[in-house]
C-alpha cells in the first residue's frame, strides 16, 4: 500500500487568473493557529525570478518561505516554469526535509498556471484560473462566474474572488495582495 499524505490546509485562500495576455494571482492576508486569527496583513503571494514568475502559498508560513527560495533557486537553474515546478515537486517528494512541509503552491508566468504539492503533483489547470486553499472551492467558482460571464481583467477576478471567498470561510479575510505578470 502506497501511503499519500494528505494536506488538510485551513489557512488562507489563494486564486490565480489568467486573461488577456496578464496572469494574476491574488491571495488574503490571514494567518490562523486553529481558530484564532494571529495575524489580518501578511503577504502570501510574491513576484518571483525578476517578476516574470508569481507565486502564492497556503499552508505553514515557514513551509512556505522555504518553499519560495527553493522554488526561485529551480527558476534560476532551468529558466522555465514547468521544468522548476517539476524539479521542485520531486525534490519536495523524495527529500528527507522538505517532505515535512506542510504547504501548496500556486505559480504562474503569463502564460501558464501550476499548482504544486508535497506529493509530487505539478497540476496545470484545463481552465485559465485556479484556486488552493481552504477557500479554494469557493474563489474557484467565483473565478469562474467571473471569467465567464464579465469581461473583468484577471486581476479585477482573481481580487474579488478572494474577496467573495473571504465573505463565507473563516481562514480566509477580505485584506487582499495581488501581484500581476503580463
Request: net charge neutral.
Amino acid at each position: 500500500m502506497i501511503y499519500v499524505k494528505k494536506i488538510d490546509i485551513h489557512s488562507t485562500t489563494i486564486c490565480a487568473v489568467r486573461r488577456d495576455e496578464k496572469t494574476a494571482i491574488a491571495g488574503d492576508g490571514q494567518i490562523t493557529h486553529r481558530e484564532m486569527i494571529l495575524k489580518h496583513n501578511a503577504k502570501k503571494v510574491r513576484s518571483l525570478f525578476n517578476g516574470s514568475v508569481l507565486a502564492g502559498f497556503a499552508g505553514g508560513v515557514a513551509d512556505a518561505l522555504t518553499l519560495f527560495e527553493r522554488f526561485e533557486t529551480k527558476l534560476k537553474e532551468f529558466k522555465d516554469l514547468k521544468r522548476a515546478a517539476v524539479e521542485l515537486a520531486k525534490d519536495w517528494r523524495t527529500d528527507k526535509y522538505l517532505r515535512r512541509l506542510e504547504a501548496l503552491l500556486l505559480t504562474a508566468d503569463k502564460n501558464t498556471i501550476l499548482t504544486i504539492s508535497g506529493n509530487g503533483d505539478v497540476i496545470e489547470p484545463d481552465e485559465n484560473f485556479t484556486a488552493i486553499g481552504s477557500g479554494a472551492e469557493a474563489a474557484k467558482a467565483a473565478a469562474k462566474a467571473l471569467y465567464e460571464n464579465t469581461s473583468l481583467s484577471a486581476e479585477e477576478i482573481a481580487y474579488k474572488s478572494i474577496e467573495i471567498a473571504g465573505s463565507v470561510n473563516i481562514y480566509t479575510n477580505q485584506i487582499i495582495t495581488v501581484e500581476v505578470v503580463q
